[in-house]
Nanobody, 124 residues
Framework: QVHLVESGGGLVQAGGSLRLSCAAS????????VGWFRQAPGKEREFVAAIDCSGRNTYYADSVKGRFTISRDNAKNTVYLQMNSLKPEDTAVYYCAARSTLGAGTRLWEYDYWGQGTQVTVSS
């Protein structure tokens, strides 16, 4: 199995930027596709972005496309989520998740391992 730890969350003003990191350990990281999800209070957890094992194929929710960028550095066992032009509606706990297949997924049940989450708060 693989263990995931998110970091990089915090408080930022609208229009600002944050870079989240997801550090993985336990297995060969290059064998896992990774996704980012978020959950606001009282809301369902929703898909944000995903990346396949090679890092060549990425996917984004319409709400973040053009503002967020997902990337990975397999040598460092880390996946990143660069968030620019942040909006108050981006406020949520952000989770990274790993999938033990080569391809990326956009649904909760497609992922096997989850981190504990990191809080992102965007003020207006």
């Amino acid at each position: 199995q693989v263990h995931l730890v998110e970091s990089g969350g915090g408080l930022v003003q609208a229009g600002g930027s944050l870079r989240l990191s997801c550090a993985a350990s336990g297995r060969t990281f290059s064998n896992y596709a990774v996704g980012w999800f978020r959950q606001a209070p009282g809301k369902e957890r929703e898909f944000v972005a995903a990346i396949d094992c090679s890092g060549r194929n990425t996917y984004y929710a319409d709400s973040v496309k053009g503002r967020f960028t997902i990337s990975r550095d397999n040598a460092k066992n880390t996946v990143y989520l660069q968030m620019n032009s942040l909006k108050p509606e981006d406020t949520a706990v952000y989770y990274c998740a790993a999938r033990s297949t080569l391809g990326a997924g956009t649904r909760l049940w497609e992922y096997d391992y989850w981190g504990q989450g990191t809080q992102v708060t965007v003020s207006s």
